[in-house]
């Protein structure tokens, strides 16, 4: 049973560009989480999704950034005109019954 | 609002020692608690999780208490070694009906010299 997949692992983008961050769950996990970590500063709850709904995006900037969990494939954390303050590790996290989280590795998004 | 912090932020050892990795909680409603363990550019390990109704959990080396009424929660690590330094987190769960998001607290950034 693999873990959660993320990818990709690093991801380099122009200020102004797309970011696009997947996530892949574990077999049987129908919730997923996102969470950012920015250099120096504790992991902070971005959204969480189930299959074709957000449940609860209170963590999301109200601009730029979006995400979904599509019935088919992975869930994608979307992130228009990036920006330097973008730049973090974005984490995700899959759990069966949204008790215990098991993370991903991890995409490492630096903006230039 | 539930906040959690860890004391120290950072910690240097010599091998060998035993050490006590400190998460308090501002509000005792939590359905569990988790520490994980962060190597640098890695993602999160879980290590161990205690349920609310439970006071310690035990992995080889690793013994984690949580006291609910006194909002506090300790790693011990038994005999050092370099190979446990590392980030430790720890998180809170609220109970059920909170969306099952975890809140963590900063770290405590272990080093232990060989």
């Known amino acids: 049973n693999a873990g959660v997949m993320q990818n990709p692992r690093h991801l380099v983008r122009r200020r102004g560009q797309e970011a696009r961050l997947r996530c892949s769950p574990m077999?049987?996990?129908?919730?997923v989480y996102w969470y950012r970590q920015l250099p120096e500063e504790g992991l902070k709850f971005m959204v969480y999704l189930q299959k074709e709904n957000i449940i609860d995006e209170s963590g999301m900037p109200k601009e730029r950034f979006s995400a979904e969990f599509p019935k088919e494939g992975p869930s994608i954390l979307r992130i228009q005109q990036v920006v330097r303050g973008d730049s973090a590790a974005y984490f995700c996290?899959?759990?069966?019954?949204?008790?215990?989280?098991?993370f991903g590795q991890g995409t490492r998004l630096t903006v230039v | 609002k539930q906040e959690v912090t860890q004391i120290p932020a950072a910690l240097s050892v010599p091998e060998g020692e035993n050490l006590v990795l400190n998460c308090s909680f501002t509000d005792s409603a939590i359905y569990n608690l988790q520490w994980f363990r962060q190597d640098p550019g890695k993602g999160l390990t879980s290590l161990l999780l205690?349920?609310?109704?439970?006071r310690e959990q035990t992995s080889g080396r690793l013994n984690a208490s949580l006291d609910k009424s006194s909002g506090r929660s300790t790693l011990y690590i038994a005999a050092s070694q370099p190979g446990d330094s590392a980030t430790y987190l720890c998180?809170?769960?609220?109970?059920?009906?909170?969306?099952?998001?975890?809140?963590f607290g900063q770290g405590t950034t272990l080093q232990v010299k060989p």
């Open positions: 996290a899959s759990s069966r019954d949204s008790t215990e989280a098991f």
């Open positions: 998180a809170v769960l609220p109970p059920p009906g909170n969306t099952g998001k975890l809140i």
């Open positions: 077999k049987g996990h129908s919730h």
């Open positions: 205690i349920q609310s109704s439970q």
